[in-house]
Antibody, heavy 118, light 110 residues
């Protein structure tokens, strides 16, 4: 059964770097069909596409986050990761990792809440 | 990139039909047949209901249908049921290339 599972700290201090990892199970991350993505949702607000990565390492970022964002992939571990630098309270959100297919977010992880606070 | 425009809320009675609109630009909705729709119940992850404007993933009821005209996409739900009450989000591929979501629509079933 295909699954995506986010992991990482639930609390990050302002100005520090938010780091999350998504573990893919039930299928290989090495696929010419899919992109691997992050989508976030601030509490009580809507969805925001953060960025995505192809198994080859090619990345696509939300322009509003591009200067602070790095998405990477580790095919040996079947994982991909997100690093968001210089965080503020505005980065507090539930972060979902996901699988994109045909330019849509086909499968979603359950999400993990990351709070930015001192 | 600017979020796609959706109405904040819509409502309909059991058994009725409703339509949720999603307005973008020629650089996103109007430029590609890559509009998708998601349903999200409180406390849950979103679920894909429509992709490529009008295609339903396996397991999604045919009461849900999607369409597009120009820079506006629409999601129609027919025969409203109580379990349809949720938040709905549209999403489009863009020219950057990226994905962009709408602000979301809260559907209330009366």
């Amino acid at each position: 059964q295909f699954q995506l599972q986010e992991s990482g700290p639930g609390l990050v201090k302002p100005s520090e770097t938010l780091s999350l990892t998504c573990t893919v199970s039930g299928g290989s991350i090495i696929s010419s069909t899919y992109y691997w993505s992050w989508v976030r949702q601030p509490p009580g607000k809507g969805l925001e596409w953060v960025g995505s990565i192809y198994y080859s390492g090619t990345t696509y970022y939300n322009p509003s986050l591009k200067s602070r964002l790095t998405i990477s992939i580790d095919t040996s571990k079947n994982q991909f990761s997100l690093n968001l630098a210089s965080v503020t309270a505005a980065d507090t959100a539930v972060y979902h990792c996901a699988r994109e297919y045909s330019r849509s977010v086909q499968q979603w992880g359950q999400g993990t809440l990351v709070t930015v606070s001192s | 990139q600017s979020a796609l425009t959706q109405p904040a809320s819509v409502s309909g009675s059991l058994g009725q039909s409703i339509t949720i609109s999603c307005t973008g630009t020629s650089s996103d909705v109007g430029g590609y047949n890559s509009v998708s729709w998601y349903q999200q119940h409180p406390g849950e992850a979103p679920k894909l209901f429509i992709y490529d404007v009008s295609n339903r993933p396996s397991g999604v009821s045919n009461r849900f249908s999607g369409s597009k005209s120009g820079n506006m996409a629409s999601l129609t739900i027919s025969g409203l049921q109580a379990e349809d009450e949720a938040d709905y989000y549209c999403c489009s591929y863009t020219s950057r290339p990226t994905l962009v979501f709408g602000g979301g629509t809260r559907l209330t079933v009366l």
